[in-house]
């Protein structure tokens, strides 16, 4: 994996650069243009410091107004930290404890099947629709970097950065590749996760549903693409038809974060 792909900010996790992906027309993302992260809550100074010398001037939280509630964003400074909620409630139950969990836990799959419906839900639902629009509107604002993210960095951001490669022309290949890279930089994040529920007395098969929430996994990016195919057949389609995207914005958005690298560099 790159060295550039993920940052070093020791109070937070899955903090990434989503540069360096190639396009159909051969140009690559920008380095340095857009960051996808979990929870910005428990930011350093020292972290605050280093994006601000890194030119974040925006952040997207996709996140609940209750999420939100329980753990605010801590920004570098000068930046705009705008709240749009992907989701009219959190159905990824990111940040439920033991005590909170629903009867619906101590059924066999039923957290792979929850996130499952989830991804095709950020997809297939006006409410989404309507968060990811105002994302791309964001995007295609003059800027210096962006970053972006909901409780985990790996569902609503998940989707969002989906959505995003896909307008810039990434194939599903590498939009797959970069989803995954989130299952590398959770791994303790969730055993701690699992080890706390655990000693608070669940079950094994509440323990598989928890796991299945709060870990990465190919079927459900695969879900959200194949609502994108089945509602519009190709994702610009979907772009133009469900976020409202005009070709000149699929064009502004490509000129604003694609480069073409020096011939000869591989």
Aim: with cysteine.
């Amino acid at each position: 994996m790159d060295k550039r792909r993920v940052l070093p900010v020791i109070g937070g996790f899955n903090f990434r650069d989503i540069g360096g992906y190639t396009s159909f027309d051969g140009r690559k993302i920008k380095w340095g243009k857009a960051f996808r992260t979990a929870g910005m809550a428990d930011l350093s100074p020292e972290d605050l410091k280093y994006l601000e010398d890194r030119q974040v001037d925006t952040i997207i939280d996709f996140r609940t107004e209750a999420e939100v509630a329980k753990g605010p964003d801590r920004v570098p400074a000068h930046a705009v930290d705008i709240n749009i909620p992907a989701m009219d409630f959190d159905r990824t139950e990111s940040t439920v404890d033991y005590a909170q969990l629903s009867k619906e836990y101590d059924q066999k799959g039923y957290g792979y099947l929850n996130m499952i419906n989830n991804y095709e839900h950020l997809i297939s639902d006006e409410y989404s629709n309507i968060a990811y629009r105002k994302f791309f509107d964001l995007l295609m604002t003059e800027n210096k970097t962006l970053a972006y993210h909901c409780t985990a960095g790996k569902d609503r951001t998940g989707v969002a950065s989906m959505l995003l490669m896909s307008a810039l022309g990434i194939n599903e290949a590498q939009i797959k590749h970069d989803y995954l890279i989130t299952d590398r930089l959770s791994t303790e994040v969730v055993r701690n996760k699992i080890e706390h529920m655990k000693a608070e007395g669940a079950t094994p098969d509440e323990i598989e549903n928890i796991h299945s929430m709060w870990s990465v996994n190919i079927d459900y990016i695969q879900r959200s693409i194949d609502t994108v195919k089945r509602l519009s057949g190709d994702p610009i389609t979907y772009l133009q038809n469900y976020l409202q995207l005009q070709p000149a914005d699929i064009q502004l958005l490509r000129d604003k974060y694609l480069f073409s690298e020096p011939t000869g560099k591989q």
